[in-house]
C-alpha cells in the first residue's frame, strides 16, 4: 500500500501535510507565467504514475473503471480550480503572471484530505475491502493526473487569449 504504515511514528503523517503547505503558500503569490512551459508538469506527473501502475500489472476490470473515473473526476477539478487562478498580462512587456486563488487552494486542501483519509480507511479495511483496497488508492494516484493536466490546460487556454487580446490592443502581431 502507498503511505506511511499504521505502526509508524506520527510525524511522518506531517510530511504530506507539510508539502501541502508549502504548496499552498507557493500558489498564493503572483509568478512568472511561462506558457511554453506548461507541457512539463503533465508529462512528468504521467510519466511517474504510469511507471507506479504498471509496476502493478494489469488491474481488474473493476480497478480499471475506478482508474478512467479517477482521472474524469480530477479533470473536473483540475478545470473547475484552473477557472478560478487569477492570470494577468503586464500591458507594456505582456508578461504573464498567475495566481491562485483562495477557492482553488481550498480544492488542494479539500482533495488532499479526502484522498489521505480513503487511503488511510483502505489501508485498516483492506482485507475486508478485497480488490477496493488496491483499486481506490490507484484510482486516487490517477486523479492527479486529470487534475494536473485539465488544470494546466485551462490555464494555457485563457493565458494564450488574454496574452493575444493585450497583443492587438497593442498592434503586435
Not at 475491502?129 to 487556454?157: H, N
Request: charged share 15%; with cysteine; aromatic share 6%.
Amino acid at each position: 500500500m502507498y503511505g506511511p504504515s499504521p505502526n509508524a511514528p506520527a510525524w511522518t503523517n506531517l510530511i504530506p501535510l507539510a508539502i501541502v503547505a508549502l504548496v499552498i503558500l507557493r500558489n498564493s503569490r503572483a509568478r512568472r507565467l511561462r506558457i511554453e512551459a506548461m507541457w512539463i508538469a503533465p508529462v512528468v506527473i504521467i510519466a511517474l504514475i504510469a511507471l507506479s501502475l504498471t509496476s502493478q500489472g494489469m488491474p481488474s476490470p473493476l480497478g480499471l473503471l475506478l482508474d478512467v473515473a479517477g482521472v474524469v473526476i480530477g479533470a473536473g477539478l483540475g478545470w473547475w480550480r484552473a477557472r478560478f487562478t487569477h492570470i494577468t498580462v503586464d500591458p507594456v512587456t505582456h508578461e504573464l503572471t498567475s495566481r491562485a486563488s483562495p477557492i482553488g487552494m481550498l480544492v488542494i486542501l479539500v482533495v488532499f484530505t479526502v484522498r489521505f483519509g480513503i487511503r488511510a480507511y483502505a489501508q485498516q479495511n483492506g482485507t475486508t475491502l478485497g480488490v477496493w483496497a488496491v483499486a481506490i488508492p490507484d484510482a486516487l494516484l490517477v486523479m492527479s493526473v486529470g487534475l494536473v493536466c485539465a488544470g494546466r490546460l485551462e490555464i494555457f487556454i485563457r493565458a494564450k487569449r488574454l496574452l493575444n487580446e493585450a497583443r492587438a490592443k497593442a498592434g503586435l502581431p
